[in-house]
């Protein structure tokens, strides 16, 4: 392995996991099940801190100079406009502390992953990389990670060059105890080393974007290969439920998903019970109906980050969707749940007349899919959707059949689908996956009533 890149993920985690993040960490364990007025009381303060810094950044500088020494919350949502990408984009120093891009080494720059078409630079400060690290590591805690314990990873990071046609495709992290495995080589034929490596290396929880692990189990059975884990935690993309099906039954794992972004304004993560717990600790998460107003139903998460002191994002309207859910949780943990997260790295696809389809309910489409490797949903006009299928080897007529009636069953049918069976269908640059792709610039206009009802099973779609 080159030791360059060795050396890089010692610093990496020499930096990240020093004993003042893993002291962070076990506070925020012991501060879980802490009742909720301890948890607001703890927001307030964490909200004041960064209230008080924003009145350095140009955009806020006048909300923030007039804030409350109380009621910080209310205050927010009262006097911050929500802003998005495109506020961003248009004016980035007026969000940038002081004005001006941060120096060199001043900042770490992201940059999202632009799957709306308007990727955004967001520089992060030193500080707020180490707290990351802090929330990552309880949410793994959760998932039964402890600490030295190895875990693979098959995410975006580039672990070997991608004109690499053999072994090895992953990289060793000792200091790390990760076993990177490269997620754009991940295919029929190396599937069976990528197994075998794992194996070898003795890990047993995986890291993984829920297509990368979908793909990984699809490809295993497959290749007919047992391979198994105690945990599989999955972020960064939609998870949908027939992935989770899927790696769950072949890794033979219970699944984590965890929801973040790269502008690291919201962090919510699964507990044992399968309830998505949301960080009070880590920003303040909103869910705003259209006309930004909090709601019950679904809605938009809107977020406000309390640490990165280099480009704050206050009221940071994201482009996912989900619900509260007000039900405690059983695992005693009295962090909020949410529910029902979906939009992530899915293009907003439309009925005929013009109203959204969530993107969850794509996922009806090809739940239980046989033969099936890879699948997208392309909207190519008002009333048509082209389907590609990435067939196995297995894969006859009817497997794709079955997708298009279930589509027209489930999810609309008077949308006029058909399915092309492509060789492969890429990732994105970042090595995520879209599952849905929208190609219309504009929303088909609404109809002047409502049209009927519509199955069942649909009934739950955003409207
Ligand atoms: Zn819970």
């Known amino acids: 392995m080159p030791l360059s890149q060795t050396l890089k993920y010692t610093l990496r985690h020499v930096a990240k996991r020093n004993p003042w993040v893993l002291r962070r960490c076990a506070e925020l364990i012991s501060r879980e099940r802490a009742h909720p007025a301890m948890h607001r009381v703890r927001q307030e303060r964490l909200l004041a801190n960064i209230l008080a810094h924003a009145r ?48 060199r080494h001043a900042a770490l720059l992201a940059e999202t992953s632009g799957t709306t078409g308007t990727p ?26 402890r600490p030295g314990e190895k875990q693979a990873v098959l995410r975006g990071e580039r672990v070997v060059p991608i004109a690499q046609r053999s072994a090895p495709f992953w990289f060793e992290d000792p200091a790390g105890a990760q076993l990177f495995l490269s997620t754009r080589h991940l295919d029929p034929d190396t599937v069976a080393q990528l197994a075998a490596r794992v194996l070898s290396y003795g890990a047993r929880q995986l890291r993984a974007y829920p297509s990368a692990a979908y793909d990984f189990a ?86 406000t980050s309390f640490f990165n002191r280099v480009m704050p994002f206050i009221r940071y309207k994201m482009n996912d969707s989900a619900r509260w859910n007000h039900e405690p949780c059983a695992c005693g943990r009295t962090y ?16 005929i007349d013009g109203r959204a389809v969530n993107g969850t309910v794509i996922g009806f489409a090809f739940d239980g899919m046989r033969n099936v490797h890879k699948g997208q949903v392309i909207q190519t006009a008002v009333d048509r959707w082209t389907i590609r299928i990435v067939p196995t080897s297995n894969y006859r007529a009817i497997d794709g059949e079955r997708v298009l009636a279930k589509l027209a069953e489930q999810v ?52």
């Open 218 to 303: 699809t490809l295993l059975t497959e290749a007919d290969i047992e391979l198994r884990f105690d945990t599989v935690i999955t972020g960064s993309e939609m998870l949908y439920d027939f992935q989770r099906e899927r790696i769950e039954s072949v890794f033979g794992a219970r699944v984590f998903d965890h929801y973040g972004m790269a502008e690291r304004v919201a962090f919510a993560a699964e507990c044992e019970l399968g309830r998505m717990h949301v960080n009070p600790e880590y920003g303040v998460l909103e869910i705003v109906d259209e006309d930004g107003n909090p709601t019950d139903d679904e809605g938009t998460i809107v977020g």
């Open 120 to 145: 955004l630079d967001v520089y992060r400060s030193f500080g707020s990389a180490l707290v990351e690290e802090a929330f990552h590591l309880q949410s793994w805690h959760w998932a039964g990670w």
């Open 412 to 463: 609309s049918a008077r949308v006029r689908a058909h399915i092309e069976v492509v060789r492969d269908i890429p990732s994105l640059p970042s090595g995520k996956y879209k599952w849905v792709v929208q190609t219309l610039d504009r929303r088909p206009a609404a109809p002047k009533r409502r049209a009927q009802s519509r199955p069942a099973l649909t009934a739950g779609l955003a409207v």
């Open 56 to 103: 350095s950044v140009p955009a806020y500088a006048r909300a923030a100079a007039a804030a409350p020494a109380r009621d910080g919350l209310a205050y927010l949502r009262d006097a911050f406009p929500i802003i998005d990408k495109l506020s961003l984009r248009a004016e980035p120093e007026r969000y940038l502390t002081g004005g001006r891009l941060p120096g």
């Open 336 to 351: 909020p749940v949410i529910e029902g997260i979906g939009g992530r790295l899915a293009d907003q696809l439309y009925d």
